[in-house]
């Protein structure tokens, strides 16, 4: 029976680029949150078009916001990334629903998503030696 093989040691280039991809989610995340948070006209405009009462941008908000703040600290870095990936998940299926243009709207959480745990992959041993690339 063969063991976890240990993955490369992090180069410099790889844990920049991960921690810079990783910063963009968080970046993106935040702002997200704030502008639930403080309801401006065009969240309460998004909120009504995919069919959800503006009384939930608050509480989406600060589901956002805890998602950001997990995702950022590297302890809780993975959950951050699984709750984040619920969460786009969510806003995916709302954009299919309503039938808005795929590339821009409905697959942004992909991109999104893609981009937080290709950061994280790049930026963490523990996760590469989990989930190991082949050649």
Known sequence: MQGIS???ATSKTMLWTGRVMSAIV???????SIMKLI???PVTEAFAQLGYPDTLARC???I???????YAIPR???LGAILTTGLLGGAISSHLRLGDPIFTHTLFGVYLGLLAWGGLYLRDDRLRAL???RS
Request: proline share 10%; charged share 10%.
């Open 39 to 41: 309801k401006v006209a």
């Open 76 to 78: 809780t870095a993975v």
């Open 26 to 32: 968080v970046l993106f995340l935040l702002f997200d």
């Open 60 to 62: 989406i908000g600060v």
């Open 131 to 133: 989930v190991p690339l």
């Open 6 to 8: 240990e993955p490369p």
């Open 64 to 70: 956002v916001l805890a998602c950001a703040v997990l």
